[in-house]
């Protein structure tokens, strides 16, 4: 494998072409939310994270209880954009020895709240003494249907689920020492980034009602995935500023929501396309889940983002991405 530049995108591409042989069963493979593999009645999902100290959270001012909330979560937001229900963990946690016992207790049991809350079996995994924290989760998911990320189509509908924003905002409050019970108006945000909840239910009932042409969720920053997903789909996009979801909370503290909306990190939001003979399912969803249409897929390569006064401009691509 050859590399001239040690970037994320270029890494994932070289090792996407160095293992780019698969078996039958392996129907999706390196370039998706997750893996999926056929069996004879259903698909298994296969995804994993990894989360850092000091790169991916911040001891200081990340509580254990829900790191370990988190460190699943976000493996489960992964299963949620296939599709699909979340049913098996494996959990690497590696931590110095200096760690207190409170520390690994509580993020223990922040881990199993949230494999309750979503009925995820804990089933093996591995722990190791390091210099600092590193976690690293694996899940198995299953599904009937699986959304992919390649299905897009000049003229589907753009939607995304919940607010944007509000995570980066949230760490832009705990950065300056923001606790819930200073401001009720903090409280929303800082549990964006802090404990953020998986779509899983609304990726389910997408599946169901196999609404979405492609879905991916929001990890990197509303402008990195959506690239993602017009790279794989082969097609470009357009959206609307004045159409993103913005939360109260966002807008009360920055001056510039629309900047955090499109390229701040951590939403876990789903964005799919959907195809316009299947609208009138959106309407059934809706009464359940926040999900706003900020955009359609173009045949014109490339995103767009039409401003609030109207105007056709290149949407800059700064979201999250690694090595860089």
Sequence with gaps: MKLKLLREREILTAIRKEFSDMPRDLILGIGDDA????????????????????????????PPYFLGR???NVNLSDVAAMGGKPRYALLGLAFPEKTPTRWVEEFFA??????????????????????????SVTVLGEGKTIIRRDGAKPGHLLF???????????????????KP??????????????????????????????????????????????MNLCQESGCGAEIEEASLPLSFELCY???KPYELALHGGEDYQLLFSVPLEKLDFMAQLQK?????CIGKMTKEKGIFLIDKDGKKKPLEIKGFEHFT
């Design 160 to 178: 995304v689920s919940g607010n944007l924003g509000d995570s980066q905002q949230g760490l832009i409050l705990l950065r300056k020492k923001f």
């Design 70 to 72: 988190k460190s699943l």
């Design 253 to 255: 503290w920055q001056r």
């Design 110 to 135: 922040g881990f199993k709240s949230a494999a309750e809350e979503w009925k995820v079996t804990l089933a093996g995994g591995d722990i190791s003494q390091s210099k600092k924290i590193a976690v």
């Design 35 to 62: 893996a999926v593999i056929k069996t004879r009645e259903k698909y298994l999902i296969l995804t994993k994270d990894l989360l850092i100290e000091d790169y991916h959270f911040i001891v200081s001012f990340h």
């Design 181 to 226: 019970e200073d401001d009720e108006l903090a409280d929303p945000l800082l549990k964006a980034f802090l404990d953020p909840t998986p779509q899983v239910s609304l990726g389910q009932g997408l599946s169901r009602l196999k609404m979405p042409s492609a879905m991916i969720d929001i990890s990197d920053g509303l402008s990195v995935d959506l």
């Design 288 to 292: 359940k889940y926040k999900i706003t």
